[in-house]
């Protein structure tokens, strides 16, 4: 496995089955769209301080959506150092380390792909722009939709939800007619 040669795919996608498999047996099943939130409300906590507040019942905030579920996400807010927000953090931390022990981007890798430059040219900012811009809206989408993909599509079907499977014909009929538009031109 260097930056030449990728591991194979299917590896891939039994070891990433495994890893929620192994997930949902052992501690719950895994959604990462919602850490998002909280992370707005530890920041929106430290710009102010009154926007988590602890009561006798539990925790709360002046923000409705932080405060629903009985103050569920007021208090992952206060209290971050729980197995969700680590978890986000770890899989940042997680594709660090893979770049850094194959020895980095290569080349190739830091180049826009040929697909792209073939429809959108080679400006880097085009690039990042779509990419934030792109990452914006699945994370309003999923937050609108109770959940992400990792919640829904991969932690739903495996557990044979039916919302699991809305969510995912929902993704796909979504994201194949986009894929089609964007991408006219070939490589």
């Known amino acids: ?47 102010a301080p009154e926007f988590i507040t ?24 206060a209290n971050p150092l729980n197995y969700s927000f680590i978890f986000v ?25 040929a697909l792209w430059r073939a429809n959108f040219g080679d400006s880097a900012a085009k690039r990042y722009a779509v990419a934030f811009v792109g990452g914006f809206v699945v994370l309003y989408g999923a937050r609108l939709a109770g959940g992400c993909t990792s919640g829904h ?3 739903g079907m495996m557990q044979t939800a039916v919302s699991g499977y809305i969510f995912t014909a929902g993704a796909f009929a979504a994201a194949v007619p986009v894929a089609m538009i964007m991408y006219k031109r070939e490589g």
């Open 153 to 155: 599509m991969m932690s």
């Open 89 to 113: 953090l770890a899989m940042a931390a997680g594709a660090f380390a893979s770049v850094m022990a194959r020895g980095g981007l290569s080349k190739s890798e830091r180049v826009a792909p």
């Open 1 to 47: 496995m260097t930056a030449d040669k990728p591991l194979n795919w299917k590896i891939g996608g039994v070891a990433l089955g495994l890893v929620f498999f192994l997930a949902v047996l052992l501690v719950k099943p895994i959604g990462v769209s919602t850490q998002f939130v909280i992370l707005d409300g530890i920041l929106a906590d430290i710009a």
């Open 54 to 77: 602890q009561t006798e019942e539990g925790y709360t905030s002046t923000n409705a959506y932080m405060a629903k579920s009985d103050g569920k996400y007021a208090k992952s807010a």
